[in-house]
């Protein structure tokens, strides 16, 4: 069965520092999706996008954070400059976008742990 | 977005039926109802989904109210594998998918 793959699926970073995480969608897939989970929290939305472009974002989603389709089949999200509060899991996730729009489901990765201290 | 209500948590017995109610009351005329479940430490998982007729397929049914206000998702068995927590989501077109708390499955072995 298709996957969507995330890596790192751990990593740890100080504070301030520049951090990139890597997402491989479904190769027939047009949309694609940042989610993240503070632990213990609920999943959160952050970014989706279509046609190389945002076509949402969420209030979390700040001039920190940016994502990029660099290659046709990489799908990545930056944060510029960690914040303790940027410690969470980071979900990819994408769909087909064809059909009856509704009914297209997601299909997530198995995330990235980042840890910023 | 359509809003939802699902109890916090509920427990079942493993090898017999679990009925997860979700409340949506909200929901408009083009919204379908999707379920997904989160394993623990693992990312959201697609359970089912449908728009007005129940639907079943391989890991669940999904039993949609005539008014569509609410629906449930029945799993016929209940193995280990599936304590998670079930999350009801009414989805328009291509929009984000949006979490809310969702349901605490527990099954008791």
């Known amino acids: 069965e298709p996957e969507v793959t995330q890596t790192p699926s751990h990593q740890v970073t100080q504070m301030g520092q520049e951090v990139i995480l890597r997402c491989v969608p479904i190769?027939?897939?047009?949309?694609f999706y940042w989610y993240r989970q503070i632990l213990g929290q609920k999943v959160e939305f952050l970014v989706s996008?279509?046609?190389?472009?945002?076509?949402?974002k969420s209030e979390i989603f700040d001039d920190q954070f940016s994502v990029e389709r660099p290659d046709g089949s990489n799908f990545t999200l930056k944060i510029r400059s960690t914040k303790l509060e940027d410690s969470a899991m980071y979900f990819c996730?994408?769909?087909?976008?064809?059909?009856?729009?509704?009914?297209?489901?997601?299909?997530f990765g198995a995330g990235s742990r980042l840890t910023v201290l | 977005d359509a809003k939802t209500t699902q109890p916090n948590s509920m427990e079942s017995n493993e090898e017999e039926p679990v009925h997860l109610p979700c409340n949506h009351s909200?929901?408009?005329?083009?919204?379908?109802i999707h379920w997904y479940r989160q394993l623990p430490s693992q990312g959201p998982e697609y359970v089912i989904h449908g728009l007005t007729s129940n639907v079943n397929n391989r890991m669940a049914s999904l039993a949609i109210a005539e008014d569509r206000k609410s629906s449930t998702l029945i799993l016929h068995r209940a193995t280990l594998r599936d304590a998670a927590v079930y999350y009801c989501?009414?989805?328009?077109?291509?929009?984000?998918?949006?979490f809310g708390t969702g349901t605490r499955l527990t099954i008791i072995p």
């Open positions: 996730a994408s769909s087909t976008g064809t059909g009856a729009s509704g009914a297209n489901v997601l299909t």
């Open positions: 989501i009414p989805r328009f077109g291509n929009e984000k998918l949006t």
């Open positions: 909200t929901i408009s005329g083009t919204d379908y």
């Open positions: 190769s027939n897939h047009l949309y």
């Open positions: 996008f279509y046609n190389n472009e945002i076509s949402e």
